[in-house]
């Protein structure tokens, strides 16, 4: 074993430059998920991926029609009695505006110093290509120690629509001890880092409404009650002077953090300070009794994420407005369910909601948060490959973003999935000039062999 794994790593470093090759012809592909404009490049994108597999010598594999994008599978499970690794990966990837922005062709890889700037890059072609490179290192110089599927989709960035019923219908396939998920990322390049819980999300709409029509406020202004000012009362009613969320039974299902979770949530570099730095707000804010780093990653919230009413545009228009609308998400801790939440704002606005208007709730979808056991041997492989390469114990985090593959995984599949990645948080997800840290990402490379070495 020693030596096929001494093996696979001289491979993996000889050939860094065809491997940040192959990863410059992925991100060339405008595989923009949003938009049907660019749904030939998709289907260019999800061929070359499979393209790539059946180099490796995975079998069963095929480009799979979904209610949207594809998803792309394949296969090798030439170990018998050894675990079974299903590894995760998109290839779609966010739109490029604004355009003007990016120092160089979004779709045209440009290495500027250490960093590849392209879009996908980080988010997660980059992510995608370190597994498919580890793989190649390991069946170029032997066998793979353990098997392993792949689960390739497109839809992730619109927030994979398709994927649960996909999933649902494939469970059969997809068959696996765990799943290996590198869509997260490291908290800094000497900080290598294993995420091992995420929040769920509940998205709402919620409208209040008066009169039938705008009213002159000199006519009507103290005698009718300000659509506006009510949506400001009940949102502003949502929290507590404690900043603790005021929904009835709101944390009657909320899973509280462990001593051992906070000791490990201590370690991380995310102090107040580094929020302060990040944000340039002038101090944090949150719910009393728990830092910003427990805050951020396992404790729910409530938030505003836009409001909408009356005249908005240049000057001044003297109106009641006959409505007022405000998005709200909360982000959601293990064993808190969607539907409980939309239940308990109902519940708030039946006894908070003034009867001087009238009020509307929508709930526009939702998905549950995901918690993994760290003392699983697949997250003690890749804590000590981890370990192996940067000289340092891992991090443990909770990321208080939602993945929503994660959750499908769980409730599908009975499935834990071991979150990790090799982007850093200034690559610009999402935004212009994306990048991947090109020495991080060879580290990675060499990570997910000994991996795959460590687990068979």
Known sequence: MTERLAAALEYARRHEADFLKNLQDFVAFGSISTSDEHREEIEKTANWVARRLEALGMQKVAV??????????????????????????????????????????????TLRGENLHARGASDMKGQVAACLNAVEAIVRTGTLPVNVKFLIEGEEEIGSPSLADWIA????????????????????????????????????????????????????????????????????????????????????????????????????PVSDAFVLAQTGVPQVWGEAGYTSVERAGGRPTLEINGMLSGFTGQGQKTIIPAWAMAKITCRLVPDQKPEEVYEQMKRYLEERAPKTICWDLKMYGGSEASISDIHKPWVTALANAMESVWGTPPLFKREGGSVPVVGMMQSSLGMESVLTGFGLPDDNLHAPNEKMHVPTWHRGIETLVRFFFNLG
């Not at 594809?70 to 739109?95: C, F, M, N, R, S």
């Not at 765990?178 to 091992?196: E, Q, R, S, V």
């Open 64 to 109: 799979m029609p979904t209610a949207g994008h594809p998803v792309v599978y394949g296969e090798w499970l030439g170990a018998p009695g050894k675990p079974t690794v299903l590894i995760y990966g998109h290839y779609d990837v966010q739109p490029v505006d604004p355009l003007d922005l990016w120092h160089s062709d979004p779709f045209e890889a």
């Open 169 to 268: 219908q494939n469970s059969e396939l997809l068959k696996a001890d765990f799943c290996l998920n590198p869509d997260a990322g490291m908290l800094g390049k000497d900080h290598p880092t294993i995420t091992y819980g995420l929040r769920g999300l509940a998205s709402f709409e919620l409208t209040v409404s008066g009169p039938s029509h705008d009213l002159h406020s000199g006519v009507f202004g103290g005698t009718v009650h300000n659509p506006a000012k009510a949506l400001a009362d009940l949102l502003a009613g949502m929290h507590d002077e404690n900043n603790h969320i005021a929904l009835p039974g709101f944390y009657d299902s909320v899973r509280p953090l462990s001593g051992e979770e906070r000791a490990h949530l201590a370690k991380l």
